[in-house]
């Protein structure tokens, strides 16, 4: 069902977010702010109420700008330093480190395909505290992404079409839309970024799924929305040569699955420690001194630091391909990235699941809400499957194949 309130466009900041100019910088900043947003998580997701006012003061902070390279005036951080961004932030909302995922895509695709004045004009903008959001996936039949059309009528670029999951849509300036159009006989995909204001446009707050609530994760509408040339960058072609774009996509979800894992990990330690009492044939006088208790929170403890490491691991090697793009490069940091991936959606899931198995009954009553940990971990780690990665990663190894290059891996 459709939110019941008004959506409103995402006004034009007035004043340019703080510049952060570092790594060390962007991982304080977002320590801090993780800690500002975490009190009222829980409240949101119960009340499914759009952060507007978090998500201006996330903008800010100057986070939103960190992958701007410094050519352009950012801080241009590492990989691994958006990694470990976005898990702090995760680790407190999940919904509000999940919207700028395809706001760093985008920004990603931008540096890899852009033209020097793309990268000026779109760079100045972020940094002056304007956001993308995304409209990129399709449903209703197996080739998803052909429908929406990028066709020049009359000296006019427009585009047409209808887009599922459009996550960040209805909080962000612009809109990022993979668009198709005929050339030489075949469709070739383009990223047009669209202005949310822009005529045609309608954003439809319709996203209902059980968790990830808060995301704006809805369906955008285009009709017949003219564009302007300088607005459309390849994006097929940006997959044709080794390039970053989707380690980077990829590593930004390890990330956030590895964050909501540390929310419900952190929320296990508070009950078990303060609430839980321990079973009755463990002969000790607290939950937090039951053996099959310590047992299982030092598996889930080993899970996420696991998840952790390689999730740091990626983040290097992703930083080399960026560095030293070429075949091998990019298919090195594809499975690495697909590895913390891997496990990411297992250490969020076993400590979501954990908190309520160690903590019995009483964690379960409406008022903690402690359930939106396994319901945001387990949406969110539904992207893409696991399955395939592990495929991928056996193919590397033993076949000495490389993965295939799309944003999915």
């Given amino acids: 069902m459709a939110d019941l309130y008004p959506v409103p466009a995402a006004a034009r900041p007035e004043a340019r977010p703080h510049l952060i100019t570092s790594d060390a910088e962007a991982i304080a900043v977002a320590t801090a702010f993780a800690e500002e947003i975490r009190p009222g998580a829980s409240a949101r997701d119960a009340q499914r109420r759009l952060p507007w006012l978090e998500l201006d003061r996330f903008v ?21 330093t958006l990694a470990r961004v976005t898990a702090l932030i995760a680790a407190s909302d999940g919904s509000l480190a999940q919207i700028p995922q395809n706001h760093y895509y985008s920004l990603e695709i931008l540096r890899v395909g852009g033209s020097e004045a793309q990268k000026r004009f779109f760079y100045d903008r972020v940094l002056a505290g304007e956001r993308t959001g995304n409209a990129l996936a399709e449903t209703g039949h197996r080739d998803f992404k052909r429908r929406t059309r990028l066709t020049l009528e009359t000296g006019t670029w427009r585009v047409d079409g209808t887009k599922s999951y459009c996550t960040g849509a209805i909080y962000a300036h612009w809109i990022p839309t993979l668009a198709v159009q005929a050339e030489g006989g075949e469709d070739r995909g383009h990223l047009v970024f669209i202005p949310r204001d822009a005529p045609g446009v309608t954003v439809v707050d319709d996203w209902d799924g059980f968790g990830q609530r808060v995301t704006g994760s809805g369906t955008v509408q285009f009709d017949q929305v003219a564009v302007e040339p300088e607005w459309i960058l390849p994006y097929q072609a940006s997959f044709e040569t080794p390039t970053t774009i989707g380690p980077v996509a990829q590593i930004i979800h390890a990330a956030i699955d590895l964050g909501l894992g540390e929310g419900a990990y952190r929320d296990l330690l508070d009950f078990v420690r303060t609430r839980s009492r321990p079973w009755i044939d463990a002969g000790v006088e607290t939950a937090a001194e039951d053996p099959l208790t310590l047992s299982e929170i030092g598996q889930v403890r080993l899970r996420l630091r696991a998840a952790e490491a390689l999730l740091r691991r990626a983040g290097a090697v992703v930083d080399l391909a960026m560095d030293q793009p070429g075949e091998d490069t990019v298919a090195a940091a594809s499975i690495a990235v697909a590895q913390a991936r891997i496990a990411s959606t297992k250490a969020g899931l076993l400590a979501a699941t954990k908190l309520f198995e160690l903590s019995g009954t009483s964690s379960t009553v409406d008022e903690d809400n402690y359930d939106r940990h396994w319901r945001n971990v387990r949406t969110h780690t539904l992207h893409d499957p696991v399955r395939w990665k592990y495929q991928a990663v056996g193919q590397y190894y033993l076949n000495n194949r490389r993965p295939p290059r799309h944003g999915a891996l």
């Fill in 60 to 80: 800010a902070t100057g986070l939103w700008g960190i992958t701007v390279p410094k050519a352009f005036g950012g801080a241009g951080v590492s990989a691994g």
